[in-house]
Protein backbone atom coordinates (compact mmCIF):
# COMPACT_ATOMS: atom_id res chain seq x y z
CA UNK A 1 0.00 0.00 0.00
CA UNK A 2 1.29 3.48 -0.97
CA UNK A 3 1.84 5.42 2.41
CA UNK A 4 2.69 9.34 2.23
CA UNK A 5 3.96 11.25 5.28
CA UNK A 6 3.10 14.98 5.14
CA UNK A 7 3.75 17.76 7.23
CA UNK A 8 2.24 21.00 7.08
CA UNK A 9 2.32 23.06 9.50
CA UNK A 10 -1.77 23.27 11.05
CA UNK A 11 -0.92 27.23 12.16
CA UNK A 12 0.93 30.21 10.31
CA UNK A 13 0.84 33.80 10.05
CA UNK A 14 -0.01 35.33 6.79
CA UNK A 15 3.03 36.11 4.39
CA UNK A 16 5.60 34.05 6.44
CA UNK A 17 7.13 30.98 4.50
CA UNK A 18 6.38 28.02 5.53
CA UNK A 19 8.49 24.71 5.01
CA UNK A 20 6.80 21.56 3.85
CA UNK A 21 8.02 17.78 4.19
CA UNK A 22 6.63 15.12 2.01
CA UNK A 23 7.56 11.30 2.17
CA UNK A 24 6.21 8.71 0.12
CA UNK A 25 6.71 5.07 -0.45
CA UNK A 26 7.11 4.06 -4.18
CA UNK A 27 10.41 1.54 -5.27
CA UNK A 28 11.49 4.27 -8.06
CA UNK A 29 12.83 2.22 -10.45
CA UNK A 30 14.87 2.96 -12.16
CA UNK A 31 14.64 1.16 -15.79
CA UNK A 32 18.35 0.29 -15.60
CA UNK A 33 18.40 -2.83 -13.63
CA UNK A 34 18.04 -6.40 -14.64
CA UNK A 35 16.46 -8.94 -12.81
CA UNK A 36 17.71 -12.59 -11.33
CA UNK A 37 16.89 -14.22 -15.14
CA UNK A 38 18.68 -11.39 -16.86
CA UNK A 39 15.58 -9.78 -17.52
CA UNK A 40 15.63 -5.71 -17.57
CA UNK A 41 13.25 -4.45 -14.85
CA UNK A 42 10.81 -1.62 -16.29
CA UNK A 43 11.43 1.86 -15.18
CA UNK A 44 8.91 2.64 -12.52
CA UNK A 45 8.97 6.10 -11.07
CA UNK A 46 7.53 8.53 -9.61
CA UNK A 47 8.14 11.35 -12.29
CA UNK A 48 5.85 14.80 -11.40
CA UNK A 49 5.16 15.98 -7.54
CA UNK A 50 2.83 19.29 -7.39
CA UNK A 51 1.64 21.32 -4.71
CA UNK A 52 -1.37 23.44 -4.83
CA UNK A 53 -2.79 25.76 -2.67
CA UNK A 54 -6.15 26.27 -2.52
CA UNK A 55 -5.89 25.11 -6.24
CA UNK A 56 -3.09 27.40 -7.52
CA UNK A 57 -0.20 25.42 -8.46
CA UNK A 58 2.77 26.49 -6.31
CA UNK A 59 5.27 23.78 -6.67
CA UNK A 60 6.18 21.45 -9.22
CA UNK A 61 8.89 18.62 -9.18
CA UNK A 62 9.98 16.89 -12.37
CA UNK A 63 11.88 13.61 -10.92
CA UNK A 64 14.25 11.34 -12.51
CA UNK A 65 15.48 7.26 -11.58
CA UNK A 66 18.39 9.55 -9.97
CA UNK A 67 15.76 10.09 -6.96
CA UNK A 68 15.75 7.77 -4.06
CA UNK A 69 13.55 5.84 -3.22
CA UNK A 70 10.41 6.18 -1.31
CA UNK A 71 10.97 9.94 -2.79
CA UNK A 72 11.61 12.89 0.48
CA UNK A 73 10.89 16.19 -1.30
CA UNK A 74 10.26 19.40 1.11
CA UNK A 75 9.50 23.04 -0.11
CA UNK A 76 8.60 26.65 0.87
CA UNK A 77 5.70 27.99 0.11
CA UNK A 78 4.22 31.60 1.52
CA UNK A 79 0.99 31.08 3.73
CA UNK A 80 -1.44 33.29 1.92
CA UNK A 81 -4.79 32.95 3.43
CA UNK A 82 -6.37 29.69 5.01
CA UNK A 83 -7.27 26.69 3.25
CA UNK A 84 -6.09 23.53 1.71
CA UNK A 85 -2.66 22.49 0.61
CA UNK A 86 -2.94 19.52 -1.99
CA UNK A 87 -0.07 17.26 -3.28
CA UNK A 88 -0.25 15.21 -5.95
CA UNK A 89 2.85 12.78 -7.21
CA UNK A 90 2.62 11.07 -10.80
CA UNK A 91 3.85 7.77 -11.49
CA UNK A 92 4.05 5.62 -14.62
CA UNK A 93 2.30 2.67 -14.34
CA UNK A 94 -0.54 3.55 -11.56
CA UNK A 95 -3.15 5.95 -10.83
CA UNK A 96 -1.83 9.40 -9.03
CA UNK A 97 -1.18 9.72 -5.45
CA UNK A 98 -3.00 12.68 -3.86
CA UNK A 99 -2.83 13.62 -0.15
CA UNK A 100 -4.11 17.12 1.68
CA UNK A 101 -3.43 19.08 4.48
CA UNK A 102 -5.43 22.22 5.68
CA UNK A 103 -3.96 25.18 7.17
CA UNK A 104 -5.46 28.11 8.87
CA UNK A 105 -3.70 31.01 8.87
CA UNK A 106 -3.75 34.23 10.82
CA UNK B 1 28.31 -4.93 -10.42
CA UNK B 2 31.39 -3.05 -8.84
CA UNK B 3 33.81 -5.85 -7.17
CA UNK B 4 36.96 -4.08 -4.96
CA UNK B 5 39.33 -6.03 -3.03
CA UNK B 6 39.87 -4.51 0.42
CA UNK B 7 42.56 -5.67 3.29
CA UNK B 8 41.04 -6.08 6.43
CA UNK B 9 43.13 -6.62 9.42
CA UNK B 10 41.89 -8.87 11.67
CA UNK B 11 43.03 -9.99 15.29
CA UNK B 12 43.40 -13.82 15.83
CA UNK B 13 42.62 -13.30 19.63
CA UNK B 14 40.04 -14.48 21.36
CA UNK B 15 36.87 -12.67 21.21
CA UNK B 16 35.95 -10.84 24.42
CA UNK B 17 32.71 -9.30 25.08
CA UNK B 18 32.51 -5.28 25.23
CA UNK B 19 32.06 -3.81 28.49
CA UNK B 20 28.56 -2.49 29.08
CA UNK B 21 29.72 1.07 29.37
CA UNK B 22 31.31 0.92 25.83
CA UNK B 23 28.43 -0.30 24.25
CA UNK B 24 27.12 2.10 21.32
CA UNK B 25 23.90 1.53 19.02
CA UNK B 26 24.70 1.08 15.41
CA UNK B 27 23.33 5.07 15.02
CA UNK B 28 26.59 6.15 16.99
CA UNK B 29 28.67 4.85 13.99
CA UNK B 30 26.75 6.72 11.40
CA UNK B 31 27.40 10.05 9.48
CA UNK B 32 25.89 13.21 11.03
CA UNK B 33 23.33 13.06 7.88
CA UNK B 34 22.17 9.72 8.15
CA UNK B 35 21.49 10.06 11.81
CA UNK B 36 19.41 12.90 11.07
CA UNK B 37 17.60 10.79 8.46
CA UNK B 38 16.88 8.84 11.91
CA UNK B 39 15.88 11.21 14.25
CA UNK B 40 13.09 13.35 12.28
CA UNK B 41 10.11 10.84 12.24
CA UNK B 42 9.08 13.42 9.14
CA UNK B 43 12.19 12.29 7.16
CA UNK B 44 12.88 9.12 8.44
CA UNK B 45 11.53 6.37 5.72
CA UNK B 46 10.99 3.88 8.23
CA UNK B 47 7.92 5.77 8.87
CA UNK B 48 6.60 5.07 5.99
CA UNK B 49 6.31 1.06 6.93
CA UNK B 50 5.63 2.13 10.37
CA UNK B 51 2.30 4.17 9.38
CA UNK B 52 1.87 0.90 6.91
CA UNK B 53 1.71 -1.40 9.96
CA UNK B 54 -0.87 0.94 11.67
CA UNK B 55 -3.24 -0.13 8.98
CA UNK B 56 -2.43 -3.01 9.09
CA UNK B 57 -2.99 -3.24 12.34
CA UNK B 58 -6.60 -1.75 12.46
CA UNK B 59 -7.53 -3.79 8.94
CA UNK B 60 -9.52 -7.28 9.80
CA UNK B 61 -8.91 -10.43 7.73
CA UNK B 62 -12.37 -11.99 6.79
CA UNK B 63 -14.37 -13.60 9.28
CA UNK B 64 -11.93 -12.23 11.96
CA UNK B 65 -11.13 -9.99 14.29
CA UNK B 66 -8.23 -6.78 13.55
CA UNK B 67 -5.26 -7.05 15.69
CA UNK B 68 -6.98 -3.54 17.17
CA UNK B 69 -10.21 -5.43 17.81
CA UNK B 70 -8.29 -7.77 20.69
CA UNK B 71 -5.11 -5.28 21.55
CA UNK B 72 -7.04 -1.88 21.33
CA UNK B 73 -5.03 0.85 20.88
CA UNK B 74 -1.27 -0.68 20.26
CA UNK B 75 0.44 2.45 22.36
CA UNK B 76 -1.17 0.96 25.71
CA UNK B 77 -1.10 -2.98 24.75
CA UNK B 78 2.29 -3.37 22.65
CA UNK B 79 4.56 -0.16 24.95
CA UNK B 80 7.96 -2.36 26.06
CA UNK B 81 6.59 -5.55 24.35
CA UNK B 82 9.37 -5.60 21.62
CA UNK B 83 11.75 -5.06 24.17
CA UNK B 84 11.67 -8.92 25.43
CA UNK B 85 11.19 -10.52 22.35
CA UNK B 86 12.52 -13.06 21.44
CA UNK B 87 10.89 -14.14 24.20
CA UNK B 88 10.59 -18.08 25.97
CA UNK B 89 7.14 -19.85 24.16
CA UNK B 90 5.70 -22.61 26.33
CA UNK B 91 4.23 -24.13 23.79
CA UNK B 92 7.06 -24.58 22.26
CA UNK B 93 9.85 -24.87 24.75
CA UNK B 94 11.72 -22.22 23.32
CA UNK B 95 12.16 -18.35 22.07
CA UNK B 96 10.35 -16.87 19.50
CA UNK B 97 10.35 -13.70 17.60
CA UNK B 98 8.44 -10.65 17.30
CA UNK B 99 7.67 -12.02 14.15
CA UNK B 100 6.83 -15.32 14.90
CA UNK B 101 4.84 -14.21 17.35
CA UNK B 102 2.72 -11.95 15.31
CA UNK B 103 2.27 -14.82 12.89
CA UNK B 104 0.94 -17.12 15.61
CA UNK B 105 -1.83 -14.31 16.17
CA UNK B 106 -2.42 -14.74 12.69
CA UNK B 107 -2.75 -18.30 12.60
CA UNK B 108 -4.29 -19.14 15.73
CA UNK B 109 -6.34 -15.80 16.90
CA UNK B 110 -7.19 -14.73 13.31
CA UNK B 111 -7.31 -18.14 11.64
CA UNK B 112 -5.36 -16.35 8.86
CA UNK B 113 -2.61 -17.44 6.53
CA UNK B 114 0.39 -16.09 8.41
CA UNK B 115 2.64 -13.58 6.70
CA UNK B 116 5.87 -14.76 4.75
CA UNK B 117 8.81 -13.67 5.52
CA UNK B 118 10.24 -10.68 4.30
CA UNK B 119 6.97 -9.40 3.34
CA UNK B 120 6.45 -5.80 3.27
CA UNK B 121 3.00 -6.79 5.43
CA UNK B 122 5.25 -8.72 8.09
CA UNK B 123 7.66 -5.90 8.18
CA UNK B 124 5.40 -3.08 8.94
CA UNK B 125 3.23 -4.78 10.88
CA UNK B 126 6.02 -5.83 13.28
CA UNK B 127 8.17 -1.93 12.69
CA UNK B 128 4.31 -0.49 13.83
CA UNK B 129 4.60 -3.00 16.93
CA UNK B 130 8.35 -2.50 17.73
CA UNK B 131 7.47 1.60 17.15
CA UNK B 132 5.47 0.95 20.53
CA UNK B 133 8.64 0.55 22.37
CA UNK B 134 11.02 3.16 21.00
CA UNK B 135 13.10 4.57 23.96
CA UNK B 136 12.43 1.43 26.33
CA UNK B 137 15.45 -0.56 27.45
CA UNK B 138 15.69 -3.95 26.26
CA UNK B 139 15.15 -7.28 28.73
CA UNK B 140 15.40 -9.78 26.27
CA UNK B 141 16.82 -12.98 27.30
CA UNK B 142 17.38 -11.94 30.54
CA UNK B 143 15.03 -14.53 32.50
CA UNK B 144 15.95 -18.27 33.10
CA UNK B 145 14.38 -20.11 30.93
CA UNK B 146 15.86 -17.99 28.20
CA UNK B 147 19.31 -18.52 29.30
CA UNK B 148 20.51 -22.09 27.10
CA UNK B 149 19.11 -20.15 24.21
CA UNK B 150 21.44 -17.31 24.97
CA UNK B 151 24.39 -19.52 24.97
CA UNK B 152 23.46 -21.48 21.90
CA UNK B 153 23.31 -17.86 19.88
CA UNK B 154 26.70 -16.75 21.70
CA UNK B 155 28.48 -20.03 20.30
CA UNK B 156 27.05 -19.10 16.80
CA UNK B 157 28.20 -15.45 17.11
CA UNK B 158 31.70 -16.68 17.95
CA UNK B 159 32.17 -19.80 15.58
CA UNK B 160 34.26 -18.96 12.52
CA UNK B 161 32.61 -20.17 9.81
CA UNK B 162 32.51 -19.23 5.66
CA UNK B 163 35.13 -19.07 2.87
CA UNK B 164 36.50 -16.29 4.66
CA UNK B 165 36.58 -18.20 8.24
CA UNK B 166 35.74 -15.33 10.32
CA UNK B 167 33.35 -15.27 13.37
CA UNK B 168 30.93 -12.43 14.37
CA UNK B 169 32.51 -11.62 17.06
CA UNK B 170 36.16 -10.99 15.48
CA UNK B 171 34.66 -7.86 13.60
CA UNK B 172 31.70 -6.91 16.28
CA UNK B 173 33.76 -7.54 19.16
CA UNK B 174 37.29 -7.07 18.32
CA UNK B 175 37.18 -4.94 16.09
CA UNK B 176 34.15 -2.60 16.06
CA UNK B 177 34.77 0.87 14.99
CA UNK B 178 37.54 -0.08 12.43
CA UNK B 179 36.48 0.67 8.68
CA UNK B 180 36.44 -2.04 6.36
CA UNK B 181 36.26 -0.76 2.93
CA UNK B 182 33.84 2.07 3.38
CA UNK B 183 31.92 1.06 5.98
CA UNK B 184 32.77 1.36 9.79
CA UNK B 185 32.19 -2.16 11.90
CA UNK B 186 29.85 -1.58 14.33
CA UNK B 187 29.23 -3.81 17.48
CA UNK B 188 25.98 -5.19 16.37
CA UNK B 189 23.62 -4.23 18.13
CA UNK B 190 19.78 -4.80 17.23
CA UNK B 191 18.58 -1.92 18.52
CA UNK B 192 16.47 -0.64 15.60
CA UNK B 193 14.33 -3.44 13.90
CA UNK B 194 12.66 -3.22 11.78
CA UNK B 195 15.26 -0.99 10.31
CA UNK B 196 15.66 1.28 6.53
CA UNK B 197 18.20 -0.21 4.79
CA UNK B 198 19.63 2.50 2.20
CA UNK B 199 21.20 -0.05 0.87
CA UNK B 200 17.91 -2.26 0.79
CA UNK B 201 16.21 1.05 -0.13
CA UNK B 202 13.85 -0.46 2.10
CA UNK B 203 12.64 -1.84 5.43
CA UNK B 204 13.88 -4.96 6.67
CA UNK B 205 14.14 -7.53 9.57
CA UNK B 206 17.35 -8.38 11.73
CA UNK B 207 16.51 -11.87 10.33
CA UNK B 208 17.66 -10.54 7.20
CA UNK B 209 20.16 -8.35 8.23
CA UNK B 210 21.84 -11.30 9.89
CA UNK B 211 21.46 -13.34 6.68
CA UNK B 212 23.00 -11.02 4.77
CA UNK B 213 25.79 -10.70 7.36
CA UNK B 214 26.27 -14.39 7.15
CA UNK B 215 26.44 -14.25 3.20
CA UNK B 216 29.80 -11.54 3.73
CA UNK B 217 31.72 -13.92 5.23
CA UNK B 218 31.04 -16.42 2.09
CA UNK B 219 29.21 -18.78 4.27
CA UNK B 220 25.38 -20.31 3.92
CA UNK B 221 22.97 -18.06 5.38
CA UNK B 222 20.54 -19.34 7.88
CA UNK B 223 16.82 -20.23 6.83
CA UNK B 224 14.36 -17.53 8.12
CA UNK B 225 12.70 -18.77 11.26
CA UNK B 226 15.24 -21.51 11.66
CA UNK B 227 15.82 -22.07 15.36
CA UNK B 228 19.39 -20.86 14.99
CA UNK B 229 18.77 -18.24 13.76
CA UNK B 230 16.31 -16.92 16.81
CA UNK B 231 18.94 -18.33 18.91
CA UNK B 232 21.72 -15.59 17.30
CA UNK B 233 18.77 -12.68 17.45
CA UNK B 234 17.97 -13.52 21.11
CA UNK B 235 21.69 -13.60 22.05
CA UNK B 236 22.07 -10.16 20.16
CA UNK B 237 19.30 -8.62 21.94
CA UNK B 238 20.45 -9.91 25.63
CA UNK B 239 24.13 -8.35 24.39
CA UNK B 240 22.28 -4.84 24.07
CA UNK B 241 20.27 -5.60 27.16
CA UNK B 242 19.67 -1.78 28.61
CA UNK B 243 19.55 -0.34 25.56
CA UNK B 244 16.98 1.90 24.11
CA UNK B 245 14.66 0.45 21.46
CA UNK B 246 14.98 2.96 18.53
CA UNK B 247 12.71 1.20 15.82
CA UNK B 248 12.91 2.03 12.98
CA UNK B 249 16.45 2.39 12.87
CA UNK B 250 18.15 4.00 9.86
CA UNK B 251 21.19 2.60 8.37
CA UNK B 252 23.71 2.59 5.55
CA UNK C 1 39.67 -8.11 28.98
CA UNK C 2 38.74 -5.22 27.40
CA UNK C 3 39.87 -5.26 23.57
CA UNK C 4 39.15 -2.21 21.96
CA UNK C 5 40.03 -1.97 18.56
CA UNK C 6 42.93 -0.29 19.01
CA UNK C 7 44.59 -2.65 20.95
CA UNK C 8 47.40 -4.06 19.90
CA UNK C 9 46.06 -8.10 19.79
CA UNK C 10 48.80 -10.38 20.01
CA UNK C 11 49.05 -12.05 16.93
CA UNK C 12 47.88 -10.11 13.72
CA UNK C 13 47.17 -11.49 9.86
CA UNK C 14 46.26 -9.51 6.92
CA UNK C 15 43.19 -10.89 5.22
CA UNK C 16 42.40 -10.11 1.97
CA UNK C 17 38.50 -9.92 1.44
CA UNK C 18 38.65 -10.58 -2.05
CA UNK C 19 34.76 -9.14 -3.92
CA UNK C 20 33.88 -9.15 -0.45
CA UNK C 21 32.43 -6.17 -0.83
CA UNK C 22 30.37 -5.20 -3.83
CA UNK C 23 27.74 -2.04 -5.19
CA UNK C 24 24.05 -3.26 -4.97
CA UNK C 25 23.79 -3.15 -8.96
CA UNK C 26 21.69 -0.05 -9.01
CA UNK C 27 23.04 1.11 -12.26
CA UNK C 28 24.00 -1.80 -14.49
CA UNK C 29 24.44 -0.50 -17.49
CA UNK C 30 27.62 -0.19 -19.73
CA UNK C 31 26.46 3.12 -21.11
CA UNK C 32 26.93 6.15 -18.46
CA UNK C 33 26.52 9.86 -18.29
CA UNK C 34 29.86 11.63 -18.56
CA UNK C 35 31.33 15.24 -17.91
CA UNK C 36 30.05 15.12 -21.74
CA UNK C 37 26.85 14.41 -21.63
CA UNK C 38 26.39 16.33 -18.34
CA UNK C 39 27.29 19.53 -20.27
CA UNK C 40 25.26 18.68 -23.34
CA UNK C 41 22.24 18.48 -21.06
CA UNK C 42 22.97 21.69 -19.27
CA UNK C 43 23.62 23.36 -22.68
CA UNK C 44 19.76 21.74 -23.67
CA UNK C 45 18.12 23.92 -20.44
CA UNK C 46 20.24 27.14 -20.43
CA UNK C 47 21.04 27.47 -24.11
CA UNK C 48 22.91 30.04 -25.50
CA UNK C 49 23.16 32.19 -21.94
CA UNK C 50 26.38 32.01 -19.52
CA UNK C 51 26.16 30.17 -16.22
CA UNK C 52 28.20 32.17 -13.51
CA UNK C 53 29.22 30.72 -10.05
CA UNK C 54 27.38 32.24 -7.36
CA UNK C 55 24.04 32.53 -5.67
CA UNK C 56 23.22 28.97 -5.33
CA UNK C 57 24.67 27.06 -2.11
CA UNK C 58 24.74 22.65 -3.11
CA UNK C 59 24.81 20.98 -0.02
CA UNK C 60 25.90 17.32 -0.10
CA UNK C 61 27.97 15.36 2.61
CA UNK C 62 31.14 15.07 1.19
CA UNK C 63 31.65 11.54 1.86
CA UNK C 64 28.63 9.18 1.73
CA UNK C 65 28.35 5.49 3.44
CA UNK C 66 25.44 4.72 0.33
CA UNK C 67 25.01 6.41 -2.52
CA UNK C 68 21.24 4.56 -2.73
CA UNK C 69 19.75 8.04 -0.84
CA UNK C 70 22.23 11.05 -0.52
CA UNK C 71 20.38 13.90 1.40
CA UNK C 72 20.88 16.83 -0.80
CA UNK C 73 19.89 20.58 -0.19
CA UNK C 74 19.78 23.55 -2.78
CA UNK C 75 19.22 27.66 -1.84
CA UNK C 76 19.12 30.14 -3.90
CA UNK C 77 19.91 33.70 -2.68
CA UNK C 78 17.21 35.93 -3.66
CA UNK C 79 14.25 38.42 -2.61
CA UNK C 80 11.35 35.72 -4.35
CA UNK C 81 9.33 38.77 -5.23
CA UNK C 82 6.70 39.14 -8.46
CA UNK C 83 9.99 41.17 -9.87
CA UNK C 84 12.85 38.87 -9.10
CA UNK C 85 12.37 35.31 -7.86
CA UNK C 86 14.02 31.75 -8.43
CA UNK C 87 12.18 30.12 -11.80
CA UNK C 88 13.43 26.81 -11.56
CA UNK C 89 16.60 24.44 -10.04
CA UNK C 90 17.84 22.31 -12.26
CA UNK C 91 20.64 19.61 -10.65
CA UNK C 92 22.66 17.33 -12.86
CA UNK C 93 25.75 14.76 -12.57
CA UNK C 94 28.04 13.10 -14.07
CA UNK C 95 27.78 9.71 -13.75
CA UNK C 96 24.76 8.16 -13.57
CA UNK C 97 23.25 6.58 -16.34
CA UNK C 98 21.44 10.04 -17.21
CA UNK C 99 22.64 13.46 -16.38
CA UNK C 100 19.47 14.84 -15.37
CA UNK C 101 18.45 14.33 -11.00
CA UNK C 102 15.14 17.00 -10.92
CA UNK C 103 13.84 20.23 -11.68
CA UNK C 104 12.22 22.11 -9.47
CA UNK C 105 9.60 24.83 -10.27
CA UNK C 106 9.34 27.57 -8.11
CA UNK C 107 8.34 31.35 -7.84
CA UNK C 108 7.18 34.25 -6.27
CA UNK C 109 4.64 32.12 -4.02
CA UNK C 110 7.47 29.97 -2.70
CA UNK C 111 8.87 33.01 -0.26
CA UNK C 112 11.79 31.05 0.06
CA UNK C 113 14.21 29.09 -2.71
CA UNK C 114 15.21 26.02 -0.68
CA UNK C 115 14.48 22.51 -1.98
CA UNK C 116 15.76 19.07 -0.32
CA UNK C 117 15.40 15.94 -1.35
CA UNK C 118 17.46 12.53 -1.65
CA UNK C 119 19.03 11.20 -4.89
CA UNK C 120 21.17 8.12 -6.11
CA UNK C 121 24.65 8.65 -6.75
CA UNK C 122 26.30 5.48 -8.76
CA UNK C 123 29.51 6.65 -8.12
CA UNK C 124 31.58 8.98 -6.75
CA UNK C 125 30.99 12.11 -8.78
CA UNK C 126 30.44 16.02 -9.11
CA UNK C 127 27.07 17.67 -8.98
CA UNK C 128 25.71 20.79 -10.37
CA UNK C 129 22.48 22.82 -9.73
CA UNK C 130 21.66 25.68 -11.63
CA UNK C 131 19.17 28.47 -10.82
CA UNK C 132 17.70 29.71 -13.38
CA UNK C 133 16.19 33.31 -12.29
CA UNK C 134 13.62 35.60 -13.73
CA UNK C 135 15.76 37.97 -15.55
CA UNK C 136 16.79 35.62 -17.51
CA UNK C 137 20.45 34.47 -16.11
CA UNK C 138 21.97 31.77 -14.73
CA UNK C 139 23.61 30.66 -11.81
CA UNK C 140 25.37 27.50 -10.21
CA UNK C 141 27.03 25.39 -7.84
CA UNK C 142 28.65 22.08 -7.55
CA UNK C 143 29.82 20.00 -5.27
CA UNK C 144 32.04 16.81 -5.34
CA UNK C 145 31.33 13.89 -3.40
CA UNK C 146 32.78 10.43 -1.98
CA UNK C 147 30.19 7.32 -2.40
CA UNK C 148 31.88 4.07 0.01
CA UNK C 149 30.72 0.57 -0.27
CA UNK C 150 27.90 -1.23 2.21
CA UNK C 151 30.24 -4.21 3.65
CA UNK C 152 27.27 -6.60 4.25
CA UNK C 153 25.75 -7.62 0.91
CA UNK C 154 23.48 -9.89 -0.02
CA UNK C 155 23.44 -13.04 -2.63
CA UNK C 156 20.15 -11.65 -4.44
CA UNK C 157 20.15 -7.85 -5.54
Excluded at chain 2, 147 to 169: H, I, M, T, W, Y
Aim: aromatic share 6%.
Amino acid sequence: MTQALVNVPAKAKRGEAIEIKTLISHPMETGYRHDTNGQPIPRDIIHTFVARYNGEEVFRADLHPAIAANPFITFFTVATESGVIELTWTQDHRDPVTQTANITVE
Amino acid sequence: MTSVVICFLISTSFAAEIPQDERRSGTAFMTRETQAMQEDDRANPGMLAVLDGEALWKDAPPGAKACAGCHGEAATSMKGVAARYPTFDEARGRPIDLEQRINLCRTEHQHAPAFTWETRELNAITAYVANQSRGMPITAGTDERSRPFVEAGRALFNKRQGQLDLSCAQCHDDNWGKRLAGSVIPQAHPTGYPEYRLEWQSTGSLQRRLRSCVFGVRAEPLGYGAPEQVDLELYLMWRARGMPLETPAVRP
Amino acid sequence: MKRSPTAAPTRRRFLAVAGGVALAPLFVRSARATPATMAAAIREVVGEAPVREGKVTLELPPLVENGNAVPMTVTVESPMTAAEHVKRIHVFNEKNPQPYIATFHLGPRAGKAKISTRVRLADSQKVVAIAELSDGSFWSASADMIVTLAACVEETP
